[in-house]
């Protein structure tokens, strides 16, 4: 491929961005879930990118992006020797192996608080290892060459930098192991109002959101596979729907709730973005702020409907990834500049090939996890114990207690026993020594 | 403009780094902010830069940018269309909103912990549509041409990247929205001696810290508008103006404070950042150790002065924008080589232009958000009521409570009124559980 | 040096990266320590940051890549002017600086929780200007002329990004202090095993680790001090080395302690990224993989062996810097592609050569470290007194409490006083104020 070393920088710079996306998800994740499950949240998205990476780089890469065997998956190109031979291949590699990452470690939020540890890396092997890249091929084998092989692709079907390849995957990835889970202990009281559980750490949720979105500019402006002009463009309307999608949420958000409400306005950011990446590179910037705005309120949209049906998505990771990719797959009939897109296609056409990309990512990726996981919970529960769930996964599936929790479990026993001579154990040099601040009342 | 894609490339990635300085903001003014506090202040570092983003690109990129009505406000270019025609200008204007965001964000923390959520985003409208731009019309409308258009850029005053037209800005609207607000409940009490209120998340403050630093290299190295050899001294010195602010002010807070201060050296990064960046391009690496040193040293000495006029400042950020912030656009005067400022001005006129642009800011800024506050404050109030205040932000905007908010007020009840039975209500799952390292004494 | 814009600013760029490792560390470290220690492990991580960038600026660089004094040291260009001159210079001082600082505050970790503040800034003097640029100088000076200088690096050393010049040497300056420190206060009980401290925040941690990952791209891209086209394979192989350490040591550390153990988890991944550092620009990706795995292997190898010594190192510094640094430096011998390593050597001769290297390396670092430190020790205690290192280096050496600290300590007077009255003093607000959730059970 002819590229110059600016563009194969601008790629291997880009992948940089997208891999600090996951320290993102990894944030956001372990702010929004209890503290008794945050070490395994976190656990769990550092060790699924190191699984996805290997297993990608081993299978996933070549059915993605080797020749292809008739438009539906690729056969060349395994465990690819990334050695200097083709600076551009490497990078596009690289570049790839990060977007599987990103695609894959969506459902880490979903299941949280109950998907056993092991149970979640099987299934990263699965999805690195076949569902991602067998859909992916379909969409985007040979697009960097400007030569398009993927069944889904040649209809002309467009998704810039992953609206469905990565994050409607994601999120139908998570509905079929929602399914398959069940909600977490309490979340759906029988007799009562579904209960929400409350963050352990919202700045670092916050923190999540921000590094998300500093990555994103990475995950649209890399997608271009080339440094070129249109990339201010793309990082532009990267912006403006996050902005957009933030600020729609916070106002629907606040008319239904009464209050500025924390969840909806983290997931508005990252509703408006993973709508505007379909079309980042066609949408005018007004284009990019409604189409922003429109995610956000799907996804708010989307989160009622999920707790009206009872599925606890425990990051809502299905209103983001999944609702907010559909609109915004579709939104690229709606409102890309049809030069931009290139298809050739009839707006009614377009949206046609756009709607027929989304069924075939649902049917593909839903049958395919759902079966999958079916298969696997049989031999190897996907789901922690009762009492593992109750005491949390930090402990349970990591021996990893923490000075707080062994305080709030103190507590509790000294409330049920009125025993205070109960002691948090693992401080022992605390209880010799004077608070400098104590006073007594 | 005839610039290259390397040109282009590095304002976009510049604007990135800016970009992640709201989560340096972000992390820094929720750690070092109270636990009950701390998701509010996320929430409106989060909230203002979605605000500010729109806002900016609406209205403010014109009265800023736009051509210039005599020198005192631009009139064009309002929602510009950044739409691949000229990619340069993309690229400016998404760094310009990003300079804003800084610009405004920088309110959140002196007015944590007390300030209204919607009051605060009302005041963003105001900032990013209004106040902000036209300041920076005066200093900066024409400067990327190198056309200065603005009447005080055209006296030939010098702020390379910002030390007023950003940080000594968001000082100024700071201290107006402050004497609005007064002080937090128990900040000064009436009997006693100035009360410090204790951070809830001082690893995260620092994390804070070190991302705004990184952030600052995109701030100033981006403020080039161009890929140029100016670049590794701009970092160089961006780089050793940090330390020198640092060291010092942990230096000078060590012996007034006998302790080695957590917020001083903080902020002694901050203020040395703040003090290097009018003339981030104009100094030698041994004048840039100086200005970022003497720079710490004016924010010990304006936190202390703070105090005592009894003006509370959450985070201190008007003696880290602010009092760094003048002393940074005095510092070109003093300390730039004159070949690099190019005005032609001889010491004392540059000196005297660098005053006139401090003055003028402080006016117009100071003025402008007292006005607009007090204003606002009569329909619309400031300030949280005082039980709202007691309770924290955190439950009285956002309805958001933590395991730790509730124990801390569970233990008060229960210290209260002897009655161990009342629980932490959140986490029933604990209830049954035996710690795994809970022993009897 | 005749270096295009685009080398200069891609070397800015990782210096960048770089910077970015100290917030990982930082991160890291003040997530796997304990909660009365973080804010100490946190301002250590930021001072020495600023230390070592001065002492370095001033003395170091002069040291290491001034004009050799026979090989052994470098004796020009102290405090050296970046200014506008030579753009490639100023930028590779500024990576230097970056470099510098990382091999500095390898130590933090080791000796957290027990080492004082001022003593630790002492030894950052040290090291930046003297024992660090002067094992440097034999490695690596001229080496970015290619023409290498240093006698090490005349024998045919290769040690492409500093697992022996930075990680190595920190691990080695960490043994030394550790010998002369000793363990923490109840680590290695007279009666009983090993006990493990619980860190305060995990999810920090992990953030710590992915921000370096991040960072290492830059650590080990910007080494070839050139955009060239070798780049995508040097961030390829630290991707998949990373990937590698972290699957082998969790899958050892799985079988070991029948768990998924965070710990090694984490330090898997450095372990990996410390390993493929020497080479990172000589090995197929196979071998990248197989390299980071063993690093990760060697790294729970070495953690068992050092808490059977006996030696309390808090983050497991050594094993992952000096034990995955020795095992990376001779892998460069194994699996490098000999015409990229471009010595001439024979394989036993370059397997020689590599040991010799990494033996000087400890031999040097030890003896000084060891040597200058027992000197300090005798007029400055390395070490916090009993009584300080009980209640905490937050309390004792910053005056610094948290609201969580206060909590533990008045929960732990409850419980031997049984006086409930006791009271959390530093929230007054919170004591009138109804939680709106409490129950009474």
């Not at 709606?334 to 649902?362: K, M």
């Not at 079966?371 to 005491?391: G, K, T, Y």
Request: proline share 4%; net charge neutral; glycine share 12%.
């Amino acid at each position: 491929m002819n590229k110059s070393i600016d563009d194969i920088l601008w790629i291997t710079l880009c992948a940089g961005l997208v891999f600090l996306m996951q320290a993102g998800f990894m944030c956001l994740e372990a702010g929004v879930t209890r503290r008794k499950n945050n070490i395994n949240v976190a656990m769990k998205n550092l060790a699924d990118f190191g699984v996805s990476t290997l297993i990608f780089w081993l299978f996933g890469f070549a059915l993605m992006f080797g020749a292809s065997a008739g438009g539906w998956f690729g056969r060349s190109d395994f465990a690819p020797n990334l050695d200097f031979q083709d600076p551009f291949r490497d990078a596009f590699v690289v570049f790839q192996i990060m977007f599987c990452g990103t695609a894959a470690t969506i459902l880490a939020g979903a299941v949280a608080e109950r998907m056993r540890f092991h149970s979640y890396l099987l299934i990263m092997v699965l999805i690195a290892g076949f569902s991602y890249p067998i859909f992916g091929h379909w969409a985007w084998a040979g697009l960097a060459q400007n030569e398009p092989v993927g069944w889904l692709a040649r209809q002309g079907f467009v998704d810039f930098a992953g609206s469905t390849v990565v994050h409607s995957f994601g999120g139908w990835t998570s509905l079929a192991a929602l399914l398959i889970l069940g909600p977490r202990m309490g979340r759906f009281p029988k007799d009562g109002l579904p209960r929400r559980m409350q963050g352990a750490d919202i700045p670092l949720a916050t923190l999540g959101t921000f590094i998300l979105w500093f990555g994103w500019f990475g995950f649209n402006g890399g997608s271009t596979f080339a440094a070129n002009g249109q990339i201010p463009t793309i990082i532009a309307n990267t912006l403006l729907a996050g902005s957009g999608g933030l600020v729609a949420a916070l106002l629907l958000g606040w008319r239904i709730r009464k209050t500025a409400a924390v969840d909806l306005s983290l997931n508005g950011v990252l509703a408006g973005l993973v709508a505007v990446t379909a079309g980042a590179n066609a949408y005018s910037s007004l284009a990019a702020v409604i189409v922003g705005a429109i995610g956000g309120m799907v996804m708010v949209g989307c989160d009622i409907v999920l707790e009206r049906l009872r599925i606890d998505d425990a990051v809502s990771a299905i209103p983001v990834h999944l609702g907010a990719g559909i609109w915004g797959t579709l939104a690229v009939a709606l409102f890309g500049i049809p030069e931009r897109l290139n298809t050739g296609l009839s707006f009614w056409n377009q949206l046609g090939v756009q709607g027929l990309g989304i069924v075939a990512c649902g049917i593909w990726t839903f049958c395919v996890t759902y079966v999958a996981l079916s298969i696997v919970n049989r031999f190897s529960p996907l789901r922690a114990s009762p009492p593992d769930e109750e005491i949390g996964l930090n402990v349970s599936e990591h021996g990893a207690t923490t000075d707080l929790l062994d305080l709030f479990m103190v507590m509790d026993r000294q409330s049920k026993t009125g025993d205070l001579s109960l002691r948090v154990p693992v401080e022992p040099s605390l209880r010799s020594v004077r608070s400098p601040g104590a006073t007594t009342a």
